[in-house]
């Protein structure tokens, strides 16, 4: 033991460099309490010159019998000390990017915050606005639907008296409405206030919830009625105008059919979600009512959707999760007995994306137990059951009798009765079906002062929310132009005018004249409406979308997982303002992580 303990006492003595008891002992950090430093003090105390005068040190057994394992440590403390320290090393490449790639996530997150709380401030408190003159022209706006608020949008107020005249005050995102109904979002998320939209623009503008019941183009007046519940009762008034822009969009289209408008649920208005909500539950718990005969169970729980366009198959898609996600862990009794089916009077759904994205949809639909009625027409329609006729794959054809506890009709729009009414106003609107036709800067064909947008014009495109939201932009640069045009025209007149009075400054005049031509020249060359085509997309159920995305010069078809998280965030983009940007990413998140609320209102 004692040799051991010379050993470890030499050994720490070459390494510290320490040729002196003294100096040995007085470079451990030890406690003052310990038997090392009594022994330091003593020899401090003494000092060094005199050998007799020198207390004897404790040896080296004895200290390390009475402290061994915290004298290992004090020398290990000692030696780390005095030893020369390797140079740090500089971070990884990896490292430095993760660390750059969390302060710019850090630093996003505040500056989305900020923009957040800076957009909010702005829309409590908007910059004042002016009324324009007087003796501008009036220009009317019927509706506030995509065309009309595109329209709106892009629109300087300040050129003209702008009047909006719409039953709903609201511009509603109609993408995002089957999701309404199953509770995924709130239906207020996906509306923004037509005030609201108003009050941002530079001038005033004025706007009157009303209907427009009649428009007479020879006298250039609208008819309008107040039918709302506090009045009591109809009124009538007459608003004039000197330009009108229609966007009044289209109504469900029956076809005729039997029994379609009494016993189904359209999908077109915030008041059809709703009615869809109330239904779905409606069925869900008369289904789970006591005594209930497995035949009405089964029929309660079939839910048939009539329309494979985008928004059958998305509320179809919709429809399913719902059971399976949250209606099926809280009554899972009847879970087993829900079924969907979609009927579609063509070959297949979705007829406007391509043949991979058709069959992955199809595919899909099954996985998820979603029966597709592929070539089915719907005959009759009563309240418990749909008649419809089926074409075989042999081309024969037989009638078929669908029990059902919800119908909803999402396929075929129709005229409205005031865009009926115009168009028997206007020979050159004879020979249309579809609607007010209209050339290639969307003027109304034998009018001169009349353009009409979005579902309610035939302007060679499908009636979609996106040709309606590109037509609404492409009229407001038109309008804009147009007031750039007669300000410029005055100009030009003005300044001809001068020349005759100030004969003076001819050359300057002229000079200035050539330059305003110029730039009423390139006003005036505006080219005509042209449609972009930029894609569709369609939620199917089970967290997958498809998407036909148009990409440079041809179209990228996707589906699945990856596609529903861009069809997210495609929709949050196109939402009106970042006040619905929040509230549908906030509903997002909170039917993750709650589920959708299963109350019957």
């Known amino acids: 033991m004692a040799s051991s303990s010379r050993t470890l006492a030499r050994l720490a003595g070459h390494q510290l460099g320490v040729t002196t008891p003294q100096r040995l002992l007085a470079s451990l950090p030890v406690s003052p309490l310990s038997p090392v430093a009594s022994a330091a003090q003593s020899v401090a105390r003494f000092g060094t010159t005199s050998c007799a005068r020198k207390p004897a040190l404790p040896s080296p ?13 004090q020398f290990q403390r000692a030696y780390a000390d005095a030893a020369p320290q390797p140079p740090k090393k500089k971070p990884g490449k990896i490292r430095r990017t993760f660390r750059w790639a969390r302060r710019f996530t850090y630093l996003s997150i505040l500056g989305l915050i900020g923009a957040v709380a800076y957009d909010g401030y702005k829309d409590r408190y ?51 409405l089957p999701s309404c109904t199953t509770g995924q979002i709130e239906h207020r998320s996906i509306m923004e206030p037509v005030r609201q939209i108003l009050r941002h623009k530079k001038a005033a503008a004025k706007f009157y919830e009303a209907e427009a019941t009649k428009i007479d183009h020879e006298r250039k007046v609208i008819k309008i009625i107040d039918n709302s519940d506090i009045r009591g009762a109809v009124h009538e008034t007459e608003v004039p105008y000197d330009m009108l822009v229609i966007g009044v969009g ?17 999908l077109k208005e915030i008041r059809d ?11 869900v718990e008369t289904a789970a009512f006591k005594d209930q005969t497995q035949e009405e169970v089964d029929r309660l729980l079939h839910m048939v959707v009539v329309g494979g366009g985008p928004t059958g198959v998305e509320f179809a898609g919709e429809l399913r999760d719902f059971f399976d996600d949250d209606i099926k862990k809280l009554i899972p009794e009847i879970a087993p007995r829900f079924k969907v089916t979609l009927i ?83 020979p050159a609107q004879k020979d249309s079906r579809r609607g007010l036709a209209v050339n290639e800067y969307l003027v109304v064909q034998g009018t001169r002062d009349i353009w009409a947008v979005g579902d309610c ?7 979609t929310a996106q040709v309606a939201s590109q037509e609404g932009a492409f009229l407001a640069r038109l309008f804009n132009n147009m007031a750039k045009t007669e300000a410029l025209e005055d100009k030009i007149r003005d300044l001809s005018s001068s020349l005759n009075l100030k004969p003076g400054n001819a050359a300057e005049a002229t000079k200035e004249i050539e330059e305003t031509e110029k730039q009423l020249r390139r006003i005036k060359d505006i080219k005509p409406f042209h449609y972009s085509h930029q894609g569709s997309l369609a939620y199917i159920g089970s967290e997958k979308a498809v998407a036909d995305v148009a990409w440079l010069n041809g179209n990228v078809a996707s589906g699945g997982k990856l596609t529903y998280f861009f069809w997210r965030s495609a929709y949050l983009s196109m939402c009106f303002s970042t006040r619905n940007r929040v509230l549908v990413a906030l509903d997002w998140v909170k039917a993750k992580i709650y589920g959708r609320d299963v109350s019957r209102e």
């Not at 979600?273 to 069925?283: E, H, L, P």
Request: aromatic content about 8%; some cysteine; hydrophobic content about 40%.
């Open 126 to 176: 908007p910059d004042e606005q002016y009324t324009p003159d007087s003796q501008k022209k009036t220009l009317v706006v019927l509706g506030t639907g995509w065309g009309s608020v595109a329209f709106l949008k892009k629109l300087d107020t300040a050129n003209y008296n702008v009047v909006v005249i719409s039953p709903r005050n609201y511009f509603l995102f109609t993408p995002l």
């Open 344 to 426: 579609e009077a063509l070959p297949n759904v979705l007829p406007m994306f391509s043949k991979q994205l058709i069959d992955y949809t199809e595919s899909t639909f099954k996985e998820e137990h979603i029966e597709i009625k592929a070539k089915t027409m719907v005959k009759k329609v009563t309240d418990k059951t749909v008649e419809a006729e089926v074409t075989g794959p042999d081309g024969k054809k037989s009638l078929v009798t669908i029990p059902y506890g919800l119908l909803v009709w999402a396929t075929g729009n129709a005229l409205r009765p005031i865009v009926k009414d115009l168009m028997t106003q206007i």
């Open 61 to 73: 057994s004895s200290v390390l019998a009475a402290s061994t394992r915290p004298l290992s440590r």
């Open 457 to 463: 014009a035939v302007a060679g495109y499908a009636p």
């Open 250 to 266: 289209a109504e469900n289209a029956t076809f005729g059919i039997p029994g379609v408008r009494e016993h189904s649920c359209f």
């Open 273 to 283: 979600a709703q009615a869809i909500r109330t239904k779905i539950m409606d069925c």
